[in-house]
């Protein structure tokens, strides 16, 4: 069973940094594209950022493009996203997502995102 569990989370104040994690299981992760993702209670679901399998491939939602940095480690079956910057406005629920392997580059949609993970909490306050 496919499983992604993120972690990293936590409270920072705001121009700080923060890395999540996302160790995977249950699939070939090394020729799988990823996703990160963001869930706000007030403005919904948010795509953040995909990387290709081989990892020489990303993509950034304009909202985190220059601030977050995706990268993976193919060796341990592991996904990171890297948050530098952070404002007020990126607190929210961030999870790792594997996308369906019918949907297309940069899987910005929400019916390309197969798997999901239960999520960390990210909360950037003063």
């Known amino acids: 069973q496919v499983q992604l569990v993120e972690s990293g989370g936590g409270v920072v104040p705001p121009g700080g940094s923060l890395t999540l994690s996302c160790t995977t299981s249950g699939f070939t992760f090394s020729t799988t594209p990823m996703t990160w993702l963001r869930h706000h209670p007030r403005r919904g679901i948010e795509w953040l950022s995909s990387?290709?399998?081989?990892?020489?491939?990303?993509a950034y939602a304009d909202s985190v493009k220059g601030r977050f940095t995706i990268a993976r480690d193919n060796a341990n079956d592991a996904l990171f996203l890297q948050m530098n910057h952070l404002r007020p406005d990126d607190t929210a629920v961030y999870r790792c997502?594997?996308?369906?392997?019918?949907?297309?580059?940069?899987?910005?949609?929400?019916?390309?995102?197969?798997?999901w993970g239960r999520g960390t909490q990210v909360t950037v306050s003063s």
């Open positions: 990387i290709n399998s081989a990892g020489d491939d990303v």
């Open positions: 997502a594997r996308p369906n392997t019918r949907s297309t580059w940069p899987h910005t949609r929400e019916y390309a995102w197969a798997y």
